[in-house]
C-alpha cells in the first residue's frame, strides 16, 4: 500500500512540474504598445526551419537584445 501511494505521488509531482523553455532571441520587435520577441525554431537534425514569436510585456523588452537568451516558465 505504501509503494502505491509513493507511485501517486511521484506522478502527480512530475507531471505538475512545470518545464523551461529557453529561446535565444534572433530579433525583437515592437509598438502601438507591443512588444515581440522572434526565435528561431530548428530542431536539430531537422532542415525545416520555423520562426517563433512571443509577446512580451515592455519591461521584458528593454531588458534583453538580439542574440539573448530568454527562458519562459
Do not use: A, H, P
Not at 509503494?3 to 512530475?14: A, C, D, E, Q, R
Not at 535565444?24 to 515592437?30: H, R
Not at 530542431?43 to 520562426?51: A, L, V
Amino acid at each position: 500500500m505504501k509503494k502505491t501511494v509513493l507511485l501517486i505521488i511521484t506522478i502527480i509531482y512530475f507531471n505538475c512540474e512545470k518545464e523551461i523553455d529557453c529561446i535565444t532571441i534572433q530579433d525583437k520587435y515592437g509598438g502601438n504598445g507591443t512588444f515581440y520577441f522572434e526565435w528561431d525554431r530548428t530542431i536539430s537534425g531537422n532542415t525545416d526551419r520555423r520562426i517563433g514569436t512571443g509577446s512580451v510585456s515592455e519591461e521584458v523588452y528593454n531588458q534583453y537584445e538580439v542574440g539573448d537568451t530568454y527562458c519562459i516558465d
